[in-house]
Each structure stands twice: as structure tokens, then as C-alpha cells.
């Protein structure tokens, strides 16, 4: 009976300690920043625990090969909002979440906290060109001086 107690004792204590670990790692964020690019795939997958799991591609210029950014939303809202935003060029705020325990929270450590549309500037406006000449007309001739009317 006393040993019975003991394991019920120690399993409980391991199960607080599990759930304080999940708690913390969820909670308090390593780093937090912002990532801009193209959403390539956002997707609800999962056997259990569904998650939303997605990666846009950033382009640093043109031409240049894209780095892919993985992440996981745990917000259906701010899932929502990405699948709304698709086609255009968003920015996605992140926090970092190391050591989760579980792929039921995510299959990354970036979670998003936030998608918006990045606001393309305007394009700059094509420089004057002066009309180019005729091709029967001459010259004007510069007017001489000390010349008599």
C-alpha cells in the first residue's frame, strides 16, 4: 500500500513538472522578429494533433534564389488571415519558441503572432525623354555676330 502511494506520488509530480515544462516553453518566447516574402504552402496537418504548418519564400532581390522560412500558426484567425493574404507579399511577426516538447504544438519552433500585407512603393515614374528629331529638319544655325542686316 505504502509503495502504491509512492508511485502515485512520484507520477503526479512528474505530470506537474511535464505540464510546468509544455507551460514554460510556450510561454516565454527565445526571440521574436518579423520575416517578409511570398506564402509558397499553408497547411492543416496532422494524424492527433492538428497543426497548421506553412513556409514563404523570402527574395532578397531579383533573381536571386529565395530562402524558404518555415512556420507553424497556432491562432485559426491568423491562419485565416495568411490563406486570405495568399499571392501577395506578406509579413509575418514570429516568436521563437525552443524546446517544445511536442509536435502537437507545431512542427517548428517559430510560431506566428501576426500576418499583414507588405505595401509595395509605388514605382518610380519613367524619366522625361526630350521628343527626338525630325529627320527632314535641319539644323538651326547659331546666330552670327558682327553680322550686317
Given at each position: ?16 513538472a ?10 516565454w ?17 496532422g ?103
Amino acid at each position: 500500500m505504502r509503495f502504491l502511494r509512492y508511485l502515485l506520488a512520484f507520477v503526479g509530480v512528474v505530470g506537474l513538472a511535464v505540464a510546468a515544462w509544455v507551460w514554460l516553453t510556450l510561454s516565454w518566447s527565445y526571440s521574436e522578429g518579423e520575416r517578409a516574402g511570398y506564402v509558397q504552402k499553408l497547411s492543416h496537418k496532422g494524424w492527433l494533433c492538428k497543426t497548421w504548418e506553412g513556409e514563404i519564400a523570402m527574395v532578397t532581390m531579383p533573381g536571386a534564389i529565395p530562402d524558404r522560412f518555415e512556420f507553424s500558426v497556432r491562432d485559426e484567425a491568423i491562419a485565416t488571415r495568411i490563406n486570405a493574404l495568399a499571392g501577395k507579399r506578406v509579413v509575418l511577426s514570429y516568436e521563437q519558441h525552443k524546446f517544445v516538447p511536442s509536435n502537437c504544438f507545431g512542427e517548428t519552433e517559430y510560431f506566428i503572432s501576426a500576418a499583414r500585407p507588405l505595401e509595395e512603393p509605388a514605382p518610380a515614374p519613367a524619366p522625361a525623354v526630350a521628343p527626338p528629331l525630325q529627320a527632314n529638319t535641319a539644323p538651326a544655325q547659331p546666330p552670327t555676330q558682327g553680322a550686317k542686316p
